[in-house]
């Protein structure tokens, strides 16, 4: 959404097992993500960042995004 607040916490990603992988650019806004329940990750405590997204799991987080807005 427009003007949300990333803030710039990380502590959200240090519970995800592969969080170190998160691309620099994307780490504020990972971590946006993940504290406000958009993205929850895969079994395993991973975030997979370098990975595809499945059409379920891009469903998913557009539906949570969706959700912030009401």
């Not at 958009?38 to 891009?58: F, H, K, N, S, Y």
Request: proline fraction near 3%; include cysteine; charged fraction near 25%.
């Amino acid at each position: 959404a427009m003007g949300c607040d990333t803030g710039s916490g990380e502590a959200e990603l240090a519970g995800y097992a592969d969080s170190a992988e998160v691309s620099a650019y994307a780490r504020e806004a990972m971590a946006w993500a993940v504290r406000e329940g958009i993205v929850q990750g895969r079994p395993g405590m991973q975030l997979d960042p370098q990975d595809l997204v499945t059409r379920a799991e891009a469903a998913a987080i557009f539906q949570r995004f969706a959700a912030l807005e009401k």
